[in-house]
């Protein structure tokens, strides 16, 4: 068995297995907290309604903040948009998620998706710059920040490299890149990038919460 | 045909104009991405070789590789290597049988000690003391120690050779292994492919005679002048990748329109070999532009590398009641965490 058997075969199943596992352990785990009960008259019934558009809203930045947030906002939106576009508009990438779902859609032009692959790249360590220089982020950020832009951008690095078949022969390039996939799968539920799956229940219950006592959110 | 003669000598006899010749010299330096001035250097030192003894061992295989090399278009480069080597054994090919056959090779062995190329195609069976193939009372495995002794080198030709092939292909009933797996002490050179590229053992061989040595090779022992490039790097249809053009079956607009096979589990990416470049039957054509996706025949445990026909982007994740079982396996360790997440508050409020 070669790396990339390796990397398509069992690195593959067990990564998926504790990817799973463990979105569905803290997923059920945080669904089923107690939560605090609320006394209070509620000023509106439509806290569905209230859910969802917090969750719209808050993807948008608010005016009142822009001139103090706009690089890291116009990072983080570069950033999440290119991943996106990379992940779901590759083909091979799409060919991978129709294999397991079942599902799929028509792909980018390769080039294009590479192009956006470096574009993405660069917004990550801009993103990464910030964190380190920014007085206050620094102090804020720990292992899971730093692991976790770790494990983002090596996928998106190894990939590239892949494409253009930089440092070693494409099908280790390739391993390497699948590889570097399966450490996030792993890494995914744990660290901080559950935020991807958590931010439409935290805003959500938050949205609901403000909408259920008549606040703005 | 006196060995002693040149090749040169030889050629001249056949009725083998010196343009046709130059023009071989000069194809195959081309071929095995030489500088172009070599080619009159190549056409010097080949007229002035002397036709090196071959024994050429067949074990567990199919023919094809054989077959490969002779039933190709004729008059052709490769047709040149019967004119380029003294072919002294080959169970196919040599009209001698039984005794004398064996006899021929024993022969070859003794006058060209030292000297004598071995090709060999087909795997060789080790398991149960290589029992499951033998040739004249011969298990393959004694028969190739015993060729390999004054062999000056070796070309395993065919994947089954190089790699094992398809009779190691999982479970491996023989216990088939490489030339590479028995032999290591001698030069070894492999032109994997099933079949191979008919050209690329010409290319070797030529190369053996002009410099006498064997060309650069790359980690797999293969001649990086053939299979220095993947298929899909130098595939007529890599535009239509860059593009997202996929056909999605072999019948629809993509494929009549002759667009990329990548969907359709081409291997093309993770095969290394010339055969888009080369191409086969005379440079007619080569699998992909026959309209089916390469299926990477040229490396390693190509037969175990899991469908011809799923994309390489896929894997093999398991089945779908695997993943529900690790939902559920993980539901119920939230919901444990979430319990006694509740007890402890409920403890908590009890204590105020």
């Known amino acids: ?217 | 045909m006196a060995k002693s003669a040149t090749l040169g000598e030889m050629l001249a006899q056949r009725g083998i104009s010196r343009r046709s010749f130059m023009k071989f010299c000069a194809a195959t330096a081309s071929l095995m991405a030489l500088p172009p001035g070599m080619a009159p250097g190549m056409a010097a030192a080949l007229a002035q070789a002397k036709r090196p003894s071959v024994i050429w061992l067949s074990f567990q295989e199919c023919t094809g590789c054989t077959e490969s090399l002779t039933r190709s278009h004729s008059p052709t480069l490769e047709g040149m290597i019967f004119d380029l080597i003294s072919l002294d054994y080959h169970h196919t090919l040599q009209a001698a049988a039984g005794f004398q056959a064996e006899e021929a090779r024993e022969h070859a062995m003794k006058e060209f000690d030292g000297q004598y190329l071995l090709v060999v195609d087909g795997s060789i069976p080790v398991a149960d003391d290589g029992i499951y193939s033998t040739i004249a009372g011969i298990s393959n495995k004694d028969m190739l120690i015993e060729s390999a002794q004054g062999a000056a080198a070796i070309i395993a030709v065919g994947t089954c050779a190089a790699f094992g092939g398809i009779p190691k292909a999982n479970p491996n009933p023989t216990g088939a292994v490489a030339v590479s797996d028995l032999i290591k002490d001698k030069p070894i050179v492999n032109v994997s492919g099933c079949p191979p590229i008919p050209v690329v053992i010409t290319g070797v061989l030529a190369h053996f005679l002009t410099f006498g040595s064997l060309p650069a090779l790359d980690h797999l022992g293969r001649p990086k002048a053939f299979f220095g490039e993947s298929i899909h790097d130098r595939c007529y249809r890599r535009p239509f990748y860059d593009q997202g053009k996929f056909a999605k079956t072999f019948d629809d607009e993509g494929a009549r329109n002759g667009w990329c096979l990548y969907e359709l589990g081409c291997k093309g990416p993770t095969t290394y070999n010339a055969c888009a470049t080369v191409k086969w039957n005379a440079g007619t054509s080569f699998p992909i532009e026959s309209g089916h996706g390469c299926l990477g025949c040229s490396e390693p445990d190509f037969w175990d590398k899991g469908s011809f026909y799923r994309p390489l982007s896929t894997g093999e994740w398991g089945t779908g009641a695997g993943i529900a079982a690790a939902v559920a396996a993980g539901a119920a360790i939230g919901a444990g965490a979430a319990l006694m997440s509740r007890r402890r508050q409920e403890a908590i409020a009890k204590e105020k």
Do not use: C
């Open chain 1, 1 to 217: 068995m070669d790396l990339l058997d390796f990397a398509r075969g069992p690195a593959l199943q067990w990564s998926l297995y504790i990817l799973v596992i463990g979105v569905a352990w803290r997923l059920i785990g945080v669904l089923l907290l107690r939560r605090k009960a609320d006394h209070s008259e509620p000023r509106s019934t439509a806290t569905a309604r209230g859910a969802l558009f917090t969750i719209w809203r808050r993807m948008w930045p608010r005016k009142e903040f822009q001139a103090r947030t706009v690089y890291g906002q116009t990072v983080g939106y570069v950033f999440h948009i290119g991943l996106a576009l990379v992940v779901f508009g590759f083909v091979p990438h799409i060919l991978f998620i129709k294999d397991l779902t079942g599902l799929s859609w028509p792909g980018l032009p390769s080039n294009v998706v590479y192009l956006i692959g470096v574009v993405t790249l660069a917004a990550l360590i801009l993103a990464l710059v910030r964190r380190m220089t920014h007085p206050v982020l620094r102090l804020l950020s720990n292992f899971d920040d730093y692991f976790s832009w770790i494990v983002t951008t090596l996928p998106v690095l190894t990939g590239l490299l892949a494409v253009a078949h930089l440092g070693a022969r494409y099908e280790t390039l390739l391993a390497i890149h699948i590889l570097s996939v399966e450490l996030l799968f792993v890494w995914f539920p744990f660290g901080k990038l559950m935020h991807a799956i958590l931010f439409a229940f935290s805003r959500g219950s938050t949205g609901a919460l403000f909408a259920r006592r008549g606040a703005s959110t």
